[in-house]
Every structure is written in structure tokens, then in C-alpha cells.
């Protein structure tokens, strides 16, 4: 089921996310429709607070990469195949050069802008059988975990933006809130629920 995205303005989207455990209801019916949402949208990765629920879960689909010929044929091939449940996820570390990258986030459609991220990380998390991984991703595969390992920590990809551009991208900020946008998928504005 196609769930509503959460627009920017929404408190949840600031919230620290909540650790679950293997009872947590529904689970498997959850990602099932965290995966619909996020194709549903066209995005490759979407947390659990983009569709109201404070709790550490995300979700990536990177195999839209995979023909990007810009990327090493190694990291292709890797994209590839890149489908993965982090649930109760913590970064570990973050090594190498920061990098930029142009970011979107389907909480805050049509904004686009460079962020600076570092190029591997070693991440710990458990997977949709509550198997323990620890393993390290380079290139886009951390930038995807990283983008989404922000939104259950509370932060978004804007907050790591110069406070020059944050002036510049203020009004679009606030008329996606309102919902003043024009989108193709399903979404759910803070100040217009407010009005019912």
C-alpha cells in the first residue's frame, strides 16, 4: 500500500527515531509498504519518519544506478543488486574524503542542492529478519545510507547547507510546508492538516 510522504515543517521529520524490537506490529507488512511508497515516488531510500513513524527504520533500493555510466563499472555492479533493510541502524564510522553530490529528498521535493559527505562508512544494523550485520559502503551506496541514516536522527540534508543557500531555499521550504507544491505522488503537509 502507497503510503502519504510526510512534507518537510512536520515535527516527526525532527525526531530522534525509537529502537524497536522483533514484535514490533506489523513489521513485515510495514516494509512492505515503506518499498511501495518508495517506488511509488520514484526515491531509492526512505525512513520511517517519512511516513510518521519515530523509529529506526529505513529502507534503500539503489539499482536505479546501475546504468549510470558516470560510476565505476565495480560500483555499478554493486548498486546493482543494492536492496537493503537497516533497521535499528548506528554509524560506527565515517572515514575517507567528504565528497560532494547533488541530494533530493522526497519530503522535500524540487530542491536539489550539493552536500558534502564522507566516502565510507561502517554501519551497524539489523535486517528485516533481525540478523546483526556490521559492514562498511563506499561511494553512493554511503551517501544513500547516510542521507537516510539523518532522516531517524532527526536531521535532513538541508540542515548541512550553508546558511546562504538555506536563505535562498527558505521560501520553497515554506511553501512545500503549506503545501504550495505541485508533486506526483502522495503526500501530507503540517499546515494543512492543521485546518481540518
Avoid at 94 to 113: A, K, M
Avoid at 140 to 164: M, N, P, V
Wanted: aromatic share 10%; proline share 4%; glycine share 6%.
Amino acid at each position: 500500500m502507497i503510503l502519504p510522504i510526510i512534507a518537510y515543517g512536520d515535527p516527526v521529520l525532527r525526531k530522534l527515531g525509537k529502537n524497536i524490537n522483533k514484535e514490533y506490529p506489523e513489521l513485515e507488512s510495514l516494509l512492505e509498504n515503506m518499498f511501495d511508497t518508495m517506488y511509488g515516488a520514484k526515491g531509492i531510500g526512505l525512513a520511517a519518519p517519512q511516513i510518521g513513524l519515530p523509529i529506526r527504520i529505513f529502507i534503500v533500493d539503489a539499482t536505479p544506478f546501475k546504468d549510470d555510466e558516470q560510476l565505476e563499472l565495480e560500483e555499478r555492479n554493486f548498486l546493482s543488486t543494492f536492496k537493503q533493510v537497516f533497521i535499528n541502524a548506528q554509524i560506527i564510522d565515517q572515514t575517507g574524503e567528504d565528497w560532494v553530490f547533488n541530494e533530493g529528498c522526497l519530503s522535500i521535493p524540487d530542491i536539489r542542492e550539493d552536500v558534502f559527505r564522507k566516502e565510507t562508512i561502517k554501519i551497524e544494523y539489523l535486517d528485516e529478519k533481525f540478523e546483526k550485520h556490521t559492514k562498511k559502503f563506499n561511494g553512493i551506496a554511503a551517501r544513500i545510507i547516510q542521507h537516510e541514516y539523518d532522516h531517524i536522527q532527526g536531521i535532513l540534508f538541508t540542515d548541512k547547507l550553508s546558511s546562504l543557500k538555506k536563505r535562498l531555499i527558505k521560501r520553497k521550504l515554506t511553501n512545500i510546508s503549506k503545501g504550495k507544491i505541485s508533486i506526483d505522488y502522495r503526500m501530507r503537509f503540517p499546515y494543512m492538516k492543521k485546518k481540518r
